[in-house]
């Protein structure tokens, strides 16, 4: 199967003198575009629905959950939207990395691979007794999808098919790949709980990302993969999400275990900041690379 990395030839990007900077200054533009569309259709959205219900509109946290649920549905798909409109315009390309073909194949393959990935950790730190795992009433389900939904989609479309691939077509796949894995784990700095070691548990795990966006060509299976993970660690263990709680409300709750360093527990950053995360993730940024590697996905861009 004939897979095509679009990292844009035409346009903006067209070969010739100081593409590396102008792909640079298209990285910036292009991710501010897309955080403002989503955040401007996200609150159109919320106005809408309290205008409907006859109520004032004064915050996102202030809105009904299900009104926030679709807030970030219509949100994500604007956002992807002025993608494709303004990468079609700019790069004067088709979008491959959009495709719609593979659309609900790749998000459930992804969703699959984040939720067995992130619950093989949790279970080796079970087993080894390094959290503890308890029943919970389940409480909420739309607050973990709408976290879920969000953070799968706004950060893989940002790390993937912004920054990742515009800093491969200004310096190569493996300066993107080692830039773009250590500026998501920096950025994860600003969480609570968060430590150095979290970070470079979260840098481990990029491959991941990196790897299904490289095999498959597109950006669905990432998104997947990153909803699938969030989901079930944060609503299914009920543990917390890089620091976060806001994805709990499932059917357990996993604490880490009195005593237990936090480098093995995971502390209050949750299980991805956990020696058995950093192990499993890079084991399996490990495999996915690699496949990708022997299927000459790193081959050079200047084609492309």
């Not at 955080?35 to 401007?40: S, T, W």
């Not at 109520?55 to 202030?62: G, M």
């Not at 798909?77 to 079609?88: F, N, Q, R, S």
Request: aromatic share 8%; glycine share 12%.
């Amino acid at each position: 199967m004939v897979v095509n990395i679009a990292l844009g030839q035409a346009g903006w990007l067209v070969p010739g003198r100081w593409r590396w900077a102008r792909a640079l200054v298209w990285l910036v533009v292009l991710a501010v575009l897309c955080i403002m569309a989503f955040n401007v259709s996200a609150d159109a959205t919320l106005r809408l629905f309290a205008m409907a219900s006859g109520e004032a509109f004064t915050s996102r946290a202030a809105a009904p959950t299900d009104a926030r649920l679709m807030a970030v549905i219509i949100g994500s798909i604007t956002m992807l939207g002025v993608y494709a409109l303004t990468v079609a315009f700019v790069e004067r390309r088709g979008i491959p990395e959009l495709g719609l073909r593979r659309l609900l194949p790749d998000l459930g393959i992804g969703v699959i691979i984040g939720g067995v990935l992130i619950a093989s950790i949790i279970g080796l730190m079970w087993i080894a007794g390094w959290v503890a795992i308890s029943g919970t009433p389940i409480t909420q389900l739309a607050e973990s999808l709408k976290e879920s939904v969000q953070s799968a989609v706004i950060e893989e479309v940002l790390m993937r098919i912004i920054i990742f691939r515009l800093l491969w077509r200004a310096a190569g796949v493996v300066p993107a790949l080692i830039l773009s894995a250590s500026l998501f784990g920096g950025l994860h700095l600003l969480n609570p709980d968060a430590t150095v070691f979290a970070a470079l548990c979260l840098v481990a795990g990029e491959g991941i990302g990196i790897g299904l966006y490289l095999l498959t060509g597109r950006v669905w299976m990432s998104i997947g993969m990153h909803a699938g993970w969030n989901f079930v660690q944060g609503w299914v263990f009920g543990s917390a999400v890089s620091g976060l709680s806001d994805f709990a409300g499932g059917p357990l709750q996993t604490l880490p275990v009195d005593g237990v360093a936090p480098i093995l527990s995971g502390g209050g950053f949750g299980p991805e900041s956990s020696l058995a995360a950093l192990f499993i993730s890079l084991l399996a940024s490990m495999i996915f690379l690699g496949v990708a590697w022997k299927k000459g996905r790193f081959a050079t861009a200047k084609d492309r």
